[in-house]
């Protein structure tokens, strides 16, 4: 649809003024009467809901709360400047499905040094809570562990045409409209909520030889709108990225700068590695692995944990940003 298209398509229900909207808006003020409007039209208004959001104040005590609390970030925190904070709410289509389906699956059991295969068939019944983001084209971190945290937290929503207009005036988050109607959305839940299924049972088992999953019951899609916000900052000349949810304001995600004792400490786990790698490869090559007793499994063992631990930091040494997910 060419944008001319849909500005002729939209006036004002109450004075019939043509109604100044860009393809971003689903709700629009009249300019002539004041008038509010939904402009998305391709949306009953029942289906959609809205988890208002706390003001952008509310959002900095937040940031700066933890700022203040954190280890590093609170050694740094007098250079710290907020440079810009910013809020939307985004599109989720969301649905709870029931779905029913048979799996064969591989299982492997290691008994001491032996490797047992279990070959199971199972039927399975489960209920969950599936969402896709209704607007194409957008991957982002922050969106995935905001749906997470909802689904969590299940935060109130209010019905939109509850909204008063007062609401709607006041409002400072970019509503972002949506890109896939309920139709559309409905088919995307169903193979989604079949693919986070397959996807659990993956996680459990070795190996899957059959899998089928029907869609046996779904309730009937609801849009909602979830507040997010960024807050951009800038420490020694580079700019960083908090998230917040807007419901209650806490972080979801956080972009940190690396301070120099958690760059120390990077280093040491990348040293502790690198050394008790080259010890347990030693060893191994010098023992043959019948010979060994059970006590040194158990200390190779031991060194493996702690070589993985290094070398996770040392991981976190190589990316610079350091990113922390909400603890709450
Ligand atoms: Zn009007």
């Known amino acids: 649809m060419k944008l001319s298209e849909e500005i002729a398509e939209f006036k004002c229900s109450i004075c019939g003024s043509i109604l100044r909207i860009s393809p971003e808006n689903i709700v629009s003020i009249c300019e002539y009467c004041g008038g509010l409007n939904i402009v998305s039209g391709i949306i009953d208004c029942e289906d959609i809901f809205i988890s208002t959001s706390v003001n952008v104040d509310k959002v900095l005590e937040e940031f700066l709360n933890r700022v203040r609390k954190d280890v590093d970030l609170k050694k740094i925190s007098d250079k710290l400047r907020i440079v810009s904070t910013q809020g939307w709410y985004v599109p989720f289509w969301i649905s709870r499905v029931l779905i029913r389906g048979e799996v064969v699956y591989i299982k492997r059991q290691y008994r001491g040094k032996?490797?047992?295969?279990?070959?199971?068939?199972?039927?399975?019944?489960?209920?969950?809570?599936?969402?896709?983001?209704a607007r194409r084209q957008v991957k982002n971190l922050a969106l995935r562990e905001l749906i997470k945290t909802y689904f969590r937290q299940k935060p109130q929503l209010a019905e939109l045409k509850n909204l008063a207009e007062d609401w709607w005036r006041s409002n400072k988050l970019t509503i972002l409209n949506i890109e896939f109607d309920r139709k559309e959305s409905e088919i995307s839940l169903r193979e989604e909520a079949v693919d986070s299924v397959r996807r659990i049972w993956e996680d459990k088992v070795d190996e899957i030889e059959f899998f089928k999953a029907e869609v046996k019951k779904m309730e009937r899609p609801k849009l909602i709108f979830l507040p997010l916000w960024e807050v951009?900052?800038?420490?020694?000349?580079?700019?960083?990225?908090?998230?917040?949810?807007?419901?209650?304001?806490?972080?979801?995600?956080?972009?940190?700068?690396?301070?120099?004792?958690?760059?120390?400490?990077?280093?040491?786990?990348?040293?502790?590695s690198i050394?008790?790698?080259?010890?347990?490869?030693?060893?191994?090559?010098?023992?043959?692995?019948?010979?060994?007793?059970?006590?040194?499994?158990?200390?190779?063992?031991?060194?493996?944990?702690?070589?993985?631990?290094?070398?996770?930091?040392?991981?976190?040494?190589?990316?610079?940003?350091?990113?922390?997910?909400?603890?709450?």
């Open 114 to 133: 032996k490797v047992e295969i279990i070959r199971n068939r199972d039927s399975f019944s489960e209920e969950i809570d599936i969402d896709i983001i």
């Open 232 to 272: 951009v900052y800038e420490y020694n000349g580079s700019f960083y990225t908090a998230y917040h949810q807007g419901w209650s304001g806490h972080p979801l995600i956080f972009y940190e700068p690396i301070t120099m004792s958690r760059r120390l400490l990077y280093a040491i786990g990348m040293f502790t």
């Open 275 to 328: 050394i008790l790698g080259s010890i347990i490869g030693s060893a191994l090559s010098l023992l043959t692995l019948d010979s060994l007793s059970d006590a040194w499994w158990i200390i190779l063992f031991l060194l493996f944990i702690l070589a993985l631990i290094g070398y996770r930091s040392a991981k976190g040494f190589i990316s610079d940003i350091r990113v922390e997910k909400s603890w709450r």
